[in-house]
């Protein structure tokens, strides 16, 4: 694996990393305040980031497009505001910062869509001209 699929994968490592550790956190401090923030970590960082691995690793027609590096780039910037937005307002902050967050990750995953539609239904390339 290389290319836009290993940088999702491994983003979505390290997002898994992050969440687990403030699961143990919350765990063994007996406060779940912050429990929706560590789900939308886990579930959007881990679970979805790791997921676009697999699919632009085992489509290389996608991954070629740039869609796919603008995918990455929603996905990040939106989960870099959405989960701290969701712990500011789950201790009582604005929720703006995770608004603005969710739905920088729709766009992503409409980015994705595109990309999918495109590949689904789009012209046909000859797989020599792809890069591995
Ligand atoms: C070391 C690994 C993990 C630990 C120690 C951990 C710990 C916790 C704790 C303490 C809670 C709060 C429970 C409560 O409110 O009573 C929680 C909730 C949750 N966790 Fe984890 N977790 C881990 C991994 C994961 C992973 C990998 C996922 C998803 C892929 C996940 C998804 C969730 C969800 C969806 C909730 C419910 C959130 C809510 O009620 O708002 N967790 N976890």
Same mark, same amino acid.
């Given at each position: 694996?290389? !290319?836009? !699929?290993?940088?999702?994968?491994?983003?979505?490592?390290?997002?898994?990393?992050?969440?687990?550790? #403030?699961?143990?956190?919350?765990?063994?401090?007996?406060?779940?305040?912050? +429990?929706?923030?560590?789900?939308?970590?886990?579930?959007? !960082?881990?679970?979805?980031?790791?997921?676009?691995?697999?699919?632009?690793?085992?489509?290389?027609?996608? +991954?070629?497009?740039?869609?796919?590096?603008?995918?990455?780039?929603? +996905?990040?910037?939106?989960?870099? $505001?959405?989960? =701290?937005g969701i712990?500011?307002?789950?201790?009582?902050?604005? =929720? !703006?910062?995770a608004?603005?967050?969710?739905? #920088?990750?729709?766009?992503?995953? #409409?980015?994705?869509?595109?990309? $999918?539609?495109?590949?689904?239904?789009? =012209?046909?390339?000859?797989?020599?001209? #792809? =890069?591995?």
């Amino acid at each position: 694996m290389k !290319g836009i !699929g290993l940088l999702f994968f491994a983003s979505g490592a390290v997002y898994g990393m992050g969440g687990m550790a #403030l699961g143990i956190w919350m765990g063994t401090a007996h406060d779940f305040t912050l +429990a929706p923030a560590h789900a939308h970590l886990n579930l959007l !960082g881990f679970v979805t980031m790791a997921l676009m691995g697999v699919f632009y690793h085992v489509t290389p027609s996608a +991954a070629a497009r740039f869609l796919s590096r603008l995918h990455f780039g929603l +996905a990040t910037v939106g989960l870099w $505001l959405m989960v =701290p937005g969701i712990a500011f307002s789950a201790t009582g902050g604005n =929720p !703006g910062m995770a608004i603005v967050g969710s739905l #920088l990750t729709a766009a992503a995953m #409409l980015t994705f869509l595109v990309n $999918l539609a495109l590949t689904a239904f789009g =012209p046909v390339r000859s797989a020599r001209a #792809l =890069p591995c």
